[in-house]
T-cell receptor
Framework: NAGVTQTPKFQVLKTGQSMTLQCAQD?????MSWYRQDPGMGLRLIHY???????DQGEVPNGYNVSRSTTEDFPLRLLSAAPSQTSVYFC????????????FGSGTQLSVL | AQRVTQPEKLLSVFKGAPVELKCNYS??????LFWYVQYSRQRLQLLLR??SRESIKGFTADLNKGETSFHLKKPFAQEEDSAMYYC????????????FGQGTRLTINP
């Protein structure tokens, strides 16, 4: 099993550009989530999903969109990138929710110039 | 609002010494608490959960509701314990949201 796969690992964007961070899991997990990690701030929840077709906002959702059309995939879209979105992004999944073990991806390092 | 505070950004102890990583939380209800760990060049992974009352790799954590704390402890540190440790809280029942602390980097000196 590959577990949780994030692509790309690194990305540089210009202000105003759009892009999608990909997250896929092959464990048939219902719960998927996106976090951003900034220096000195730990991980902050952006969006999460408890199953295909169901998404909800986390702590810091502004500037990001998500969708969950399949159980396996949970892409994160930046519609118009801003320098404040420079961060390391992590995708995580679990079988049914946060009370079960979260499996994390390896992260995407995003720089917005 | 739910908040998790890890007051130490860096913690350094000698091999064989006891380790305590502090975690304080802010939540008025009954919290569920977790410790996650990231070893060098590895992914973030669950270390232990309050609801499981388990001990993993010699680590334990006790929920103290009076002091709103969930400190992580190990009686004898090992070099392989060097890592970044995050405390996390889920407060509102049924809400699938984890709030993480800022993390503590633990270094075990030989």
């Amino acid at each position: 099993n590959a577990g949780v796969t994030q692509t790309p690992k690194f990305q540089v964007l210009k202000t105003g550009q759009s892009m999608t961070l990909q997250c896929a899991q092959d464990m048939n997990h219902e719960y998927m989530s996106w976090y951003r990690q900034d220096p000195g701030m730990g991980l902050r929840l952006i969006h999460y999903s408890v199953g295909a077709g169901i998404t909800d906002q986390g702590e810091v959702p502004n500037g990001y969109n998500v969708s969950r059309s399949t159980t396996e995939d949970f892409p994160l879209r930046l519609l118009s990138a801003a320098p404040s979105q420079t961060s390391v992004y992590f995708c995580a999944s679990s079988r049914r929710g946060i009370y079960e073990k979260l499996f994390f991806g390896s992260g995407t390092q995003l720089s917005v110039l | 609002a739910q908040r998790v505070t890890q007051p130490e950004k860096l913690l350094s102890v000698f091999k064989g010494a006891p380790v305590e990583l502090k975690c304080n939380y802010s939540y008025s209800g009954s919290p569920e608490l977790f410790w996650y760990v990231q070893y060098s060049r590895q992914r973030l992974q669950l270390l232990l959960r309050h609801i499981s009352r388990e001990s993993i790799k010699g680590f334990t954590a006790d929920l103290n509701k009076g002091e709103t704390s969930f400190h992580l402890k190990k009686p004898f540190a090992q070099e392989e314990d060097s890592a970044m440790y995050y405390c996390a809280l889920s407060g509102v029942q049924g809400a699938q949201k984890l709030v993480f602390g800022q993390g503590t980097r633990l270094t075990i000196n030989p």
